[in-house]
């Protein structure tokens, strides 16, 4: 056994795997260059505890797996136990692989495996437990670590697991938490703390991943912001039920860790069994926020099934027809949509059978013969004839009790013996977990594609949580999440092409693994621009533009009331997977026109959008937003700058403009051909229309705002000169 150094990008992971128990991570942060053995020793060494008064008479091994025979007193990484034994275990190290080729092919159809990847395979047991456990470890060619552990039961008894957590260690420096919040409509709303002794624990009890999932825990130094600091931060992959948590202990010990978080007796191991945990994505970076999403934006990009085709521009008709479906009337929209350049037409809720209002029908996959007396056919062929593709609203994992499903079959649903939910939505959950309830959804689902030619999207919806959610007398949520993995993979199988969006009532079901089988995520069911910005900008601490759902709506908000003009609305839109949730067949000549240029703006932009680096910025006054897309050779850039409120300050200070090259010079203008925003000034700033300055100037000393009145946004357009 031996010490291990791998190296990726920005990052270096030293593990301890000496033996004779589990590796311990000696160091998870900023590269360190090459190192010898010699070298690597002294590093461990150097990391070694006093004993202190009044504790063990060595020092403590906190482990890749924390365990209570090494002396650890804090969140236990295994809880379970066998009829009441086998509740503690002391692994021991059996066998160490290590594949560390920067050229290496990786594995394609693993996600914790691209190529180029370093991997850490270890494998321990407790012959006294009668366990098996393996760990993998990961560090990716952008620094980004992931990490995962099997247990399998070699007892001849059940073994019941409570907890199977993954956690890695992080440095004193890092003195305060950020994570992020929320509620439908108002997801990803950052809260920040000093890290204090003590766990921090977000539990997501949903059955999805929730409107208040935390997305990305993050611990840093003092101050930390998009730019500047150094931070660590996790995100656990898993769609149903979770746990991620920071804990710092009075012995010295700090942790970031995350997992499934289990229900009473939900995972029993039979002989030979296994349970492996879901993924815990781990970042670091020494340059603040953005470096964190450089390397998950990196990760994201380079998987094999990340969107390849360019992002269409979608129109989806919920915010314009609601349940109203008229085959005329959305014949008229799809040209309306044509005409201002939409390449994607999505019919939402109310197709099928009852389907009325959302009280009844959810389960009945039947077009609604009373609605559509010619099918859905004549639509899509209307939509298509315009070179646009065609979509459709599903959300086949829940079913109303006004259904002639649930009428035919009550005990297809997730539930306690005896007793339903409370009803949420009018609906509750189908059990997929059921062979008979999983193949009628996947037969409904396959036969709506095979039967109409030229379904290409599915929008699919998951509009509530998973409460008290029993299968077969025990907890389902595990077995639920599973199966719905399973449902989107068989579909994607049968229907090559066919890309799904994951909608969870807006922004409820936003995490990595749904995003190994979906195309994008719908960020909130609020198309309110002022929200959204908000919104958007901490959904793209994970995720990357193109991945992000993001529509103009209607003036008037549909879930706010709040009014704003069409520019700001479409300024805030266009930095994700653009798109129009409005019916534009009522809005002005004058609104379509300025419309139809903010597509075109977006398809001009869509290659560096979608491809470049995305920074923030850190601006004094937070009554000024900045963010914007750096293309990867420097040579392109856009930013926007958008004033969320009135400020102290008459005028805003300078904007820097960050992530070009310093020693290059750029032509700094306002988006050509582009409604001005309002201002409040007799005088513009000196520098506009346009100005050249080297990269240096414009991320040092910056360029000076013009007083943008409150909910406006100016959009800057850069690019290399000479």
Known sequence: MTIVHLRRAATSLVLDARGPGLPRVAHWGADLGPLAADDLTALVAAGVPPVVPSSFDAPTVLSLLPEASAGWSGRPGLAGHRA?????????????AVTDEPDGTGDPADPAGPAGSARVTVTASDPAAALTLTVEVVLDPAGLVLLRHRLRNDGDTPYELRELTGVLPVPAVATELLDLTGRWCRERSPQRHPWPMGTWVREGRHGRTGH??????????????????????????WSGDHVTFAERRPTGEATLGGGELLGSGEITLGPGESYATPLLYAAHSTTGLDG?????????????????SARPVTLNVWEAVYFDHDL??????ADHAAAVGVERFVLDDGWFVGRRHDRAGLGDWY?????????????IDHVRGHGMQFGLWVEPEMVNPDSDLFRARPDWVLAVPGRLPPPWRHQQVLDLANPAAYAYVLGRLDALLRDHDGIAYLKWDHNRDLTEAGHAGRPGVHAQTAAAYRLLDELRARHPGLEIESCSSGGARVDLEILRRTDRVWASDCNDALERLAIQRWTGLLLP????????????????????????????????????????GSASAADRVELSAWVAL?????????AGRVVRVDHPDPAVWAHGVVAADLTHAVYAVARVATSVAQVPGALRLPGLDPARRYAVRPAAGMPEPAV???????????????????????????????????LLEVDAVG
């Open 84 to 96: 009441g034994a086998a509740w503690s275990t002391a692994f021991r190290l059996d066998a160490l």
């Open 328 to 333: 005329d009337r959305l014949r008229a929209l």
């Open 212 to 237: 208040d999932a935390t997305l990305l825990l993050v611990a840093g130094t003092a101050g930390f912001g998009f730019r500047h600091g150094e931070v660590w931060g996790v995100h656990t992959a």
């Open 680 to 714: 409040l000034e007799l005088t513009e700033p000196g520098w506009l229309p346009g100005v050249t300055l080297p990269g240096a100037v414009l991320a040092s000393v910056g360029l000076q705002l013009p007083a943008l009145h409150p909910e406006q946004t100016l």
């Open 545 to 584: 533009p193109e991945l992000v759902g993001s529509h103009v709506g209607p003036d008037r908000s549909h879930t706010t009331h709040r009014v704003h003009d069409l520019g700001f609305r479409a300024a805030t839109a266009l930095f994700g997977h653009f798109g129009v949730e409005w019916d534009i």
């Open 602 to 610: 977006h398809k001009r932009l869509r290659p560096l959008l979608h």
């Open 367 to 379: 077009v609604d013969e009373t609605v559509w007396p010619g099918g859905l056919q004549p639509l």
């Open 292 to 308: 964190l999403s450089d390397a998950l934006h990196a990760h994201l990009r380079a998987r094999p099934g990340h969107p390849r």
